[in-house]
C-alpha cells in the first residue's frame, strides 16, 4: 500500500508565507503527477497547482504567481511554498499522487488526510 503523509499546515497572517509537504511511501515502484488540491468550509474541492514526473507544472488561475509546487523525486515528496497568503486561501489542503504499485493492483492514486491553512486578514 501507498501512504501519504502531510504537512505545514498552520495559522498565517495575510501576506505570509507557508510550505506544506507531502511524502509518499510504501509499495511505490515509480511516482507520475502530484498534485494539491484544497477544500474551504462549504466549498468544493478545488485544483491548486499539480508538477509531473518530468517536471511539467500546472496551477489555478487563483494561485498563479503565489503558489510554487516542486518535488524531489529521490525521495518521493511534494512541495507547496505559499507565498503573499489571503485570507481567501484558508481550507485545508490534500496532496494526491497517483503512480505504479510494487504490488497488485499495479496502479494506485491516492490522497492524503489534509492539513489545515488557516489565513488571518
Known amino acids: 500500500q501507498v501512504q501519504l503523509v502531510e504537512s505545514g499546515g498552520g495559522l498565517v497572517q495575510a501576506g505570509g508565507s507557508l510550505r506544506l509537504s507531502c511524502a509518499a511511501s510504501g509499495t511505490i515502484f515509480s511516482v507520475s503527477d502530484m498534485a494539491w488540491y484544497r477544500q474551504a468550509p462549504g466549498k468544493q474541492r478545488e485544483f491548486v497547482a499539480y508538477?509531473?514526473?518530468?517536471?511539467?507544472?500546472n496551477y489555478g488561475d487563483s494561485v498563479k504567481g503565489r503558489f510554487t509546487i516542486s518535488r524531489d523525486n529521490a525521495k518521493n515528496i511534494a512541495f507547496l511554498q505559499m507565498n503573499n497568503l489571503k485570507p481567501e486561501d484558508t481550507a485545508v489542503y490534500y496532496c494526491n499522487v497517483n503512480g505504479l504499485s510494487t504490488t497488485l493492483p499495479r496502479a494506485f492514486d491516492v490522497w492524503g488526510q489534509g492539513t489545515l491553512v488557516t489565513v488571518s486578514s
Open positions: 508538477v509531473t514526473s518530468g517536471g511539467t507544472r
